[in-house]
């Protein structure tokens, strides 16, 4: 455990020594058994040009076959996408009794609108603004659709199942009922990528750089060499200092091994020599070939000879995957996490609080205090609940004004009409009054009658 103290709390720590046996030196053992019976999430992203192998990478990293393969004619194809379509594939696979969900999210696309200033800033917002869906979801401009597949089982690790997620952004606000399937169907990281792996073949391209830029403070970046086979040792090493010069000089922050006060010096020197091979020269392959002495071994097969994936005299590979202690996706999976969650997202929720005006005081962030989280995303809530709820008050007047309105010119119709009929009925009185004077002259005159006519009686 990791544990956070104040100093004055520290310093007034009891060491005691106990009598007999209370149970907590079975907690370890505890959240093993929890963890490997709830199983781990990941999410990972591979970003790069289409053709760099970021599919094939993503297939040797988990040894299954999560891309089918692609057809190198389709891939060579000139016809340039019509966006940055991100897709993310979820698949449940497991290793010796342990499980993990694992989402990897791609990015078709990248890269090859660089030629067209207007694609490439929507495309760069798309994978900018992965907004979490937990945190934002009214704002957030996805729209998710959902495929499942069957996966093969493939070698010690199996896959169980998989979902491929299709995310295209749409600029009218998609329905919200969608929004609603997304967020609960979908994992909370999504889009909350815990590692992105950015392949570049050569050097960084000012849209690698400028999408490292936006990204480095959300997620952990891992910069790989893809096709490393295809360069030469000196090559490689000429284009590690490029890429790294161009990282320090933008002041890109990529991952690091994390280091433990109780980490032996065999351990920080190992973890020292994985840094130092940063970015990874990768060579990616999910097919097995046959190699010196018959091996057979995953790798790619040359006219002069065989390049294998997992010897670490051939390519960087097992830093990321097969070096059993110290690489990022064996030992730091979970630092990975730790880092995505205690770092990367809490700079992300001050820069949305901030945002909405409310402000905090940054050595809060230090020490994550719980109660604090709590409150604020209490306020966050409510601040959202008042914009709403003023929203509706709006929505309300204007539908209180247009009832109003109508009554009103029904009113006026009404006591239109209304003389109308007043109106007709007078004339009907009228004339049936004249009617009944016609009738009446018919009568002989009474004395009375005829003075009011004015009759003379000395004719
Ligand atoms: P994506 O479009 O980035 O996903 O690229 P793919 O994974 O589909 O790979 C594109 C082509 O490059 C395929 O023909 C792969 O066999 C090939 N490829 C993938 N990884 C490597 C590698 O490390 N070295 C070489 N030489 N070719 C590779």
């Given at each position: 455990f990791k544990t956070r103290r104040a100093p004055e709390l520290a310093n007034?720590?009891?060491?005691?020594?106990?009598?007999?046996?209370?149970?907590?030196?079975?907690?370890?053992?505890?959240?093993?058994?929890?963890?490997?019976?709830?199983?781990?999430h990941?999410t990972?992203?591979?970003?790069?040009?289409?053709?760099?192998?970021?599919?094939?990478?993503?297939?040797?990293?988990?040894?299954?076959?999560?891309?089918?393969?692609?057809?190198?004619?389709?891939?060579?194809?000139?016809?340039?996408?019509?966006?940055?379509?991100?897709?993310?594939?979820?698949?449940?696979?497991?290793?010796?009794?342990?499980?993990?969900?694992?989402?990897?999210?791609?990015?078709?696309?990248?890269?090859?609108?660089?030629?067209?200033?207007?694609?490439?800033?929507?495309?760069?917002?798309?994978?900018e603004n992965p907004d979490m869906p937990c945190l934002d979801p009214?704002g957030n401009?996805?729209?998710?659709?959902?495929?499942?597949?069957?996966?093969?089982?493939?070698?010690?690790?199996?896959?169980?199942?998989?979902?491929?997620?299709?995310?295209?952004?749409?600029?009218?606000?998609?329905?919200?009922?969608?929004?609603?399937?997304?967020?609960?169907?979908?994992?909370l990281s999504?889009l909350w990528f815990e590692v992105t792996?950015?392949?570049?073949?050569?050097?960084?391209?000012?849209?690698?750089?400028?999408?490292m830029r936006r990204l480095h403070t959300r997620v952990n970046l891992?910069?790989?060499?893809?096709?490393?086979?295809?360069?030469?040792?000196?090559?490689?090493?000429?284009?590690?200092?490029?890429?790294?010069?161009?990282?320090?000089?933008h002041n890109i922050h990529i991952y690091q091994a994390p280091q433990y006060e109780?980490?032996?010096?065999?351990?920080?020197?190992?973890?020292?020599?994985?840094?130092?091979?940063?970015?990874?020269?990768?060579?990616?392959?999910?097919?097995?070939?046959?190699?010196?002495?018959?091996?057979?071994?995953?790798?790619?097969?040359?006219?002069?000879?065989?390049?294998?994936?997992?010897?670490?005299?051939?390519?960087?590979?097992?830093?990321?995957?097969?070096?059993?202690?110290?690489?990022?996706?064996?030992?730091h999976m979970e630092e990975l996490k730790e880092y995505t969650n205690d770092v990367l997202y809490e700079n992300y929720r001050t820069e949305k609080l901030m945002a909405m005006g409310i402000q905090q005081d940054p050595s809060v962030f230090k020490e994550v205090n719980p109660l604090q989280k709590m409150e604020e995303e209490r306020q966050l809530h409510e601040t959202k609940?008042?914009?709403?709820?003023?929203?509706?008050?709006?929505?309300?007047?204007?539908?209180?004004?247009?009832?109003?309105?109508?009554?009103?010119?029904?009113?006026?119709?009404?006591?239109?009409?209304?003389?109308?009929?007043?109106?007709?009925?007078?004339?009907?009185?009228?004339?049936?009054?004249?009617?009944?004077?016609?009738?009446?002259?018919?009568?002989?005159?009474?004395?009375?009658?005829?003075?009011?006519?004015?009759?003379?009686?000395?004719?």
């Amino acid at each position: 455990f990791k544990t956070r103290r104040a100093p004055e709390l520290a310093n007034s720590v009891i060491r005691k020594k106990l009598q007999g046996y209370v149970g907590f030196a079975n907690l370890p053992n505890q959240v093993h058994r929890k963890s490997v019976k709830k199983g781990f999430h990941f999410t990972t992203m591979v970003v790069g040009e289409s053709g760099l192998g970021k599919s094939t990478l993503v297939n040797t990293l988990f040894n299954t076959t999560l891309y089918p393969a692609k057809n190198d004619t389709v891939e060579l194809s000139p016809e340039v996408p019509k966006t940055v379509e991100i897709q993310a594939i979820t698949a449940d696979i497991e290793e010796n009794g342990v499980k993990l969900r694992l989402t990897v999210v791609d990015t078709p696309g990248f890269g090859d609108f660089v030629n067209n200033e207007e694609r490439k800033h929507r495309g760069l917002n798309q994978i900018e603004n992965p907004d979490m869906p937990c945190l934002d979801p009214v704002g957030n401009p996805y729209s998710i659709t959902s495929r499942p597949a069957s996966m093969p089982i493939l070698n010690r690790r199996t896959v169980s199942t998989v979902t491929r997620w299709s995310i295209t952004a749409s600029t009218h606000a998609s329905t919200l009922s969608s929004r609603r399937v997304t967020r609960k169907s979908m994992p909370l990281s999504i889009l909350w990528f815990e590692v992105t792996i950015l392949a570049s073949y050569a050097h960084l391209k000012p849209l690698d750089i400028e999408f490292m830029r936006r990204l480095h403070t959300r997620v952990n970046l891992i910069p790989v060499i893809a096709k490393s086979d295809t360069l030469t040792e000196e090559e490689i090493r000429v284009f590690k200092e490029r890429i790294l010069a161009d990282i320090a000089h933008h002041n890109i922050h990529i991952y690091q091994a994390p280091q433990y006060e109780y980490d032996d010096s065999e351990t920080i020197s190992e973890n020292r020599e994985i840094m130092a091979k940063i970015p990874f020269a990768i060579v990616g392959s999910d097919k097995e070939v046959e190699a010196e002495g018959g091996r057979r071994v995953r790798g790619r097969k040359y006219p002069w000879g065989v390049i294998e994936v997992d010897n670490e005299e051939h390519c960087d590979f097992h830093c990321l995957i097969d070096f059993p202690y110290h690489s990022p996706l064996s030992t730091h999976m979970e630092e990975l996490k730790e880092y995505t969650n205690d770092v990367l997202y809490e700079n992300y929720r001050t820069e949305k609080l901030m945002a909405m005006g409310i402000q905090q005081d940054p050595s809060v962030f230090k020490e994550v205090n719980p109660l604090q989280k709590m409150e604020e995303e209490r306020q966050l809530h409510e601040t959202k609940l008042a914009k709403m709820e003023s929203e509706m008050k709006m929505v309300f007047q204007a539908k209180v004004q247009e009832k109003e309105a109508k009554l009103k010119q029904s009113e006026e119709e009404l006591y239109a009409r209304h003389k109308e009929m007043k109106e007709a009925l007078e004339k009907q009185r009228l004339e049936l009054e004249e009617k009944k004077r016609r009738i009446e002259s018919g009568r002989p005159i009474t004395p009375e009658k005829k003075q009011k006519k004015g009759f003379s009686f000395n004719k």
